[in-house]
């Protein structure tokens, strides 16, 4: 994917963003932030949503891994696409971590549903979300095959 054809795709500084939940499988960082070192940020950008309250910081629906590579790499930015939420979801900011909300439910938005949520107010947001999911799912089949 070259992220540099993708309208609205801007250099973030990784200190503005929030990442969607901790790492959790640390030889999948390890590969990113190697590759990462030898040829700078070459896979998606992250999906990102603005915090509300506060000035450019932002909340990351995708990219935990990625994030965290870029900073264990030395980089000072990450490819981001800024995603328009709309009326139907909003960020719910709680001491057990930061979420996308629906409005409609009153509940969490899993990264699996999102791309639903977005598609009638931002399809760039939509199709990026709908790569993700379909990228973890391929790295989920590697795995289970690495594991037979």
């Not at 070192?37 to 070459?42: L, S, Y």
């Not at 509300?52 to 696409?81: K, M």
């Amino acid at each position: 994917m070259d992220i540099h054809n993708i309208p609205g795709v801007i250099d973030i500084p990784l200190t503005d963003i929030t990442p969607p939940h901790e790492v959790r499988d640390e030889a999948k960082l390890d590969a990113i932030r190697a590759s990462m070192e030898a040829r700078n940020w070459k896979g998606r950008p992250l999906v990102v949503v603005p915090y509300p309250s506060a000035d450019r910081t932002f909340l990351a629906l995708t990219g935990s891994h990625r994030l965290a590579a870029a900073s264990a790499a030395g980089l000072e930015v990450a490819p981001c696409y800024v995603a328009t939420l709309g009326d139907a979801m909003y960020v719910h900011t709680t001491p057990r971590g930061d979420w996308l909300y629906s409005v409609k439910r009153g509940d969490r938005i899993e990264q699996e549903d999102m791309a639903e949520y977005f598609g009638a107010v931002d399809p760039i947001a939509m199709g990026l979300l709908v790569a993700e999911v379909v990228a973890n799912a391929e790295e989920l089949v590697e795995r289970v095959k690495r594991q037979r």
